[in-house]
């Protein structure tokens, strides 16, 4: 294992910048396809320098703002010390793979992972192994640079419900990984080539325009087509009898707030709520709609058949 750049005196933008030059940590379950944040294309894009800066969500920063109570916590809960390693480090054959921990645990040969949650079935009981496979890939991918022999994963989850994993070193599935990220610098970040989308927001960042021209289906495509027809006319019917069905409970309920069963059990609530919008007619009357309003533009997809 080799150390790479020291992180201490960096500032949050200049280590995003840093950890662009390869594979982090939390790069790894998105090149499995494992993330719900990030796809191996959003990887590529960011790898590449294309991708845009986004400011942190309210999750990345309390994330980041709870980390060393979490860890503090752990500390306490296990008798284990731990510390920060203020360094980016390297995988010892694969430079390109790199790993910035939360935190080492001292005088052990395992490592801290620290996260913050909502509630998510993905998190199994205590004393089990089950974590959500996106932070799994992450924790392997570190056991991986660091070649320790297991990580310990503390999380707090919901605000209140504070748990702690030990996932020991499985050095198949880190093999796996170790591969599968070999691959994807490779064949894809070197090479210059994006990765196929697997989501609606890749075909977005892919296909952002259209050209005008016109392609001939060939005969899967067209079978596509009539496929997907197929399965609108169903959605359609269904979003009618969901409608017919929620108009007949409404109707029943009339000016009632709650719908109970006859042992107490809530089944429906129908309360007022307010929000607030824009008057835009408002805006153009008094001549600021014009300087506040912006255009954009997106492709839609509209089925012919």
Known sequence: M????????MTHDQW????????GGSDAGAILGLSKWKSPLDVYLDKIGSSEDTPDSERMYWGRTMEAIVA???????GNKVRRNNRILKHKDHD?????????????????????SGYSPDWGDLGSTDIPEYYLAQVYHYMAVTDTEFADVAVLINGNDFRIYHIPRDQEIIDHLVNAEVKFWHEYVLAGIQPDPI???????????????????????????SRLSGIKTKIKDLKKLEAD???????????????EDDKGQLLATWKESSRVSVDTKRLKEDGYYEHYSKESSSRTFRLKT
């Open 16 to 23: 995003l910048e840093a950890r662009r030059h390869g594979i």
């Open 245 to 259: 069905t929620q108009l007949e409970i409404q109707k029943e309920m009339a000016d009632h707030s709650f719908l």
């Open 199 to 225: 989501n609606a927001a890749d075909i977005k960042n892919k296909w952002p325009h259209d050209n005008g021209d016109t392609l001939i289906s060939t005969n899967g495509i067209t079978k596509k087509c």
């Open 96 to 116: 390109f793979i790199l790993a910035n921990l939360d935190r080492e645990i001292v005088g052990k040969n395992g490592i801290l992972e620290v996260k913050t």
């Open 72 to 78: 503090t916590e752990y500390e306490k809960r296990t």
């Open 2 to 9: 080799n150390k790479t750049t020291n992180t201490k005196d």
